[in-house]
């Protein structure tokens, strides 16, 4: 979508210029561009290779990139966390406005160290993330830890329908 997005404003950028429009009359087209052209060349990939049994996170920016590799004999376990942002209580409850349940996906290395693969919202991700923990642990044969099982009783309104 930033490279559509780019690709739109290189467009706009480009016709104005061959029309005679002066740069210093849309300096806003310019700082968007070189943001949209950071989200598009930005990268931030896990790869778990079940054939030479690692483990490789990948992120930066295009050719600027850190890659990180674990053998699986590194990894203690996938772990997926719950909390509550905006709230240092363990035990505090979601609310609609403030208070969102969140999910914490990561590897748990044996040095006790943790690299974090996603944090999403409980109610964006439906579900999805605690499935993808599931098929990762069944392929890769990493163990898993879940501190709690998901949240059944999310209040769905009309607006969510």
Not at 38 to 50: E, M, V
């Amino acid at each position: 979508m930033c490279l559509v997005f780019t690709l739109f404003l290189i467009w706009g950028l480009s016709l104005n210029l061959s029309e005679g429009v002066r740069l210093s009359t849309m300096p806003h087209i310019p700082i968007l561009l070189l943001l949209s052209l950071a989200g598009t060349l930005y990268r931030d990939s896990w790869y778990f290779n079940t054939q030479d049994n690692t483990v490789t996170s990948i992120y930066g920016f295009a050719w600027i990139c850190k890659r990180e590799t674990f053998s699986f004999s590194e990894v203690e376990r996938l772990e997926l966390t719950h909390f509550v942002r905006g709230s240092s209580d363990k035990d505090a409850k979601p609310t609609k406005r403030r208070l969102k349940a969140m999910l914490v996906l990561s590897l748990k290395l044996k040095d006790d160290q943790v690299r974090t693969i996603e944090i999403i919202a409980e109610k964006t991700s439906g579900g999805r993330t605690e499935a993808a923990l599931q098929a990762l642990a069944a392929v890769s044969g990493l163990p898993m830890y879940v501190d709690r099982p998901r949240d059944l009783d999310l209040k769905v309104s009309y607006k969510d329908l």
